[in-house]
């Protein structure tokens, strides 16, 4: 019989558990309604045959985070009789997506270049020691462990004309169903100080609704607010305005407006139709209502895009969707006045399986394969998938290619494609199995040329002859070798001929004797793998030689041509050069030392005894040392 699997999750500590049931084959399934920052239970049932059976164990996850929604209400005024302090407040963010940990306020006279930072742990601040006659932007935002969320922003000014007392006497009162009227004393203001309108501020607590009305009016004392929900408890605030900004807000009054209540949304479930569609229904109690439809791929989406559609049925079909994306939906009472909010549902449109694979690429290719790599059509892909994958070779408009892969549910695939040529330019393109499957973007690749040969040597042989032995890279080399052969180029390093000639073709081994050279006369060579499919393998590196002069003397070995006989030269020219240098200093320091004995051994003889007396400036004569054996006989010879 058919069979189908039930969801039950409920916040830690709570006793009340949602339930929802998943008509599919899968054995994943995504909740979008989720308590960011909140600990759940979830437990799953089969259920086969219209019978539920005994659920799983507990399994405890908190939802994970997100950044928050802008705070709500963002107010800044001037304080009373002081120009140069502003006091802010703001309420916390209607989606808060998680745990609030603090709240950024910026704040500068330039927008672009805010000059002042604080964080803030509760819902207002006051800014002290600003400039006298500069408007400040200010902003604020929410902070949560995943980052920052959006800013709520305003400005105020700090010249002597910005209003900075609030209004008195606030009251409210509501006499006629969906509406209230608040009524205010202006507040008291310097002379030259004008009011140009006040505006009312108004948030319903039990629905997180939050709005404003302007009053454009100077003279204004009260004003009525329509369109407002029923039986329900709102907190009323008012402020005066003019061109410098806003003053601060009065105190705030709570008004109930007039009943009945409207009824609440209840049941609202979804159910995905097809690949773009996903069919709402839900019960209301009485008739005569228009629903408005929200909705979303999350619940700040679903805030963010507000009402999406009208209906005055207790059902509707959302269209116009993507495919295999898991929305979340919203429905309310809109007319003939807003109701409460139904909770959160959602639903998972069909897969369109001829949707275009993503991001086709190559992640490696050699001379004979391309290892290809691409994506699933939809991300977190719930069902297995086969895929065929195209190709043509840009060079031969004969080749083709077309493979049918395993079926796969992983979100990344890849495949290696092989038997193709050296040097080929091939477009290759992936699409699922199925009928009439769109193509992804086509893929352009190139693969490598056949490897060049190594260990090049050139061998001089006679006064007309050179040798040349290589070695093969691999065995692939060696392979493409049997069947074209290699290819010989030279060039005379004399010349002035700048470019190399095919010397010998389909040369079957790793060594060539070329013939009919110069005698004496330095040669550049190169060798390659030979046309292959109608590419020529990669160029070895270029080695020289140098044939023997006529008379048969073998010329000084010049593996390297000029290049490699300065590399020689070079450093031995150094290292001479070097010595040269340290045998110049030694001679000059030898002179030296001998000029300053003798002279020195001259000063300190006597003549009479025969000795020579050196001191080493102390008074102690005892301590000086004596050298003795000197005479006009016997010469002092210093070597």
């Known amino acids: 019989g058919t069979y189908s699997y039930i969801i039950y999750y409920r916040e830690t500590g709570s006793g009340f558990a949602t339930s929802q049931e998943d008509t599919g084959s899968s054995v994943t399934y995504k909740i979008l309604t989720l308590k960011p920052g909140i600990m759940y239970v979830f437990q799953v049932a089969a259920k086969v045959g219209g019978i539920i059976y005994e659920p799983s164990a507990n399994a405890y996850e908190t939802a994970p985070e997100g950044v928050p929604s802008a705070p709500r209400n963002l107010h800044c005024s001037l304080r009373q009789q002081s120009l140069t302090t502003v006091d802010c407040s703001w309420q916390q963010p209607s989606t808060p997506n998680g745990v609030i940990r ?274 699933a059509p939809r991300d977190q892909l719930h069902l297995n998938l086969q895929y065929e994958i195209d190709g043509t070779d840009e060079e031969n408009a004969t080749w083709s290619y077309a493979v049918r892969t395993k079926s796969s549910s992983s979100d990344m695939i890849t495949y290696n494609v092989t038997g193709l040529f050296p040097g080929h330019q091939y477009v290759f393109t992936v699409k699922t199995s199925a009928q009439d499957a769109k193509q992804s973007r086509p893929y352009l690749v190139t693969t490598d040329l056949v490897s060049a040969p190594i260990e090049l040597k050139v061998w001089s042989e006679s006064s007309s002859k050179l040798l040349l032995i290589w070695e093969t890279a691999n065995l692939y080399v060696d392979q493409v070798a049997l069947e074209v052969g290699f290819e010989v180029l030279m060039k005379s390093e004399d010349s002035t001929n700048s470019s190399y000639q095919v010397v010998q073709d389909m040369v079957m081994h790793s060594n060539y004797m070329v013939t009919g050279l110069q005698d004496a006369t330095q040669y550049l060579f190169m060798v390659r793998v030979g046309n292959y499919h109608g590419f020529y393998g990669a160029n070895s590196s270029a080695e020289s030689g140098m044939t023997l002069a006529v008379d048969g003397t073998k010329p000084q070995p010049q593996k390297g041509g000029k290049t490699r006989l300065a590399a020689i030269l070079a450093p031995t020219l150094l290292v001479i050069v070097v010595l040269a240098i340290a045998l110049a200093i030694f001679v000059i320091r030898h002179r030296r030392l001998q000029r300053s004995f003798m002279s020195f051994a001259t000063s300190h003889y006597d003549t009479s005894r025969g000795e020579a007396t050196f001191t080493t400036g102390d008074d102690d004569d005892e301590d000086s040392p004596i050298i003795r054996g000197f005479s006009d006989d016997e010469p002092l010879v210093v070597a």
């Open 102 to 375: 603090y709240y950024l306020v910026e704040y500068g006279t330039d927008l672009g270049f805010m000059t002042g930072l604080k964080r803030v742990q509760n819902l207002n601040t006051t800014l002290a020691d600003l400039q006298l006659g500069m408007r400040y932007s200010i902003r604020v935002r929410g902070h949560t462990n995943v980052g920052d969320g959006d800013s709520a922003m305003t400005t105020v000014s700090t010249s002597p004309g910005t209003i900075a007392t609030k209004p008195t006497g606030v009251s409210a009162s509501s006499a006629v169903r969906g509406s209230f009227t608040v009524t205010w004393t202006a507040p008291q203001l310097p002379s030259g100080v004008k009011i140009q309108g006040y505006k009312i501020w108004y948030t319903s607590e039990t629905q997180a609704v939050s709005a404003s009305m302007t009053v454009a009016n100077p003279s204004a004392t009260s004003a009525t607010v329509t369109y407002l929900s029923p039986a329900t408890r709102y907190t009323v605030q008012v402020s005066a305005y003019n061109d410098k900004g806003h003053g601060p807000k009065s105190d705030d009054v709570s008004v109930t407006t007039r009943g009945p209540a409207l009824p609440n949304i209840q049941h609202l479930s979804a159910q995905g139709m097809t690949q773009s569609s996903v069919e709402l229904s839900w019960h209301v109690d009485g008739s005569g209502y228009t629903f408005g439809i929200y909705y979303g791929e999350s619940p700040l989406q679903l805030e963010r895009n507000g009402i999406r559609a009208n209906t005055t049925q207790q059902s509707y079909t959302v269209e116009h969707l993507q495919s295999d994306i898991n929305y979340v939906f919203m429905v309310r009472i809109v007319q003939p006045l807003p109701g409460p909010s139904s909770a959160y549902t959602s639903a998972t449109t069909s897969f369109d399986n001829t949707l275009p694979p993503k991001g086709l690429t190559a992640l490696q290719h050699n001379q004979t394969s391309v290892l290809l790599k691409w994506q």
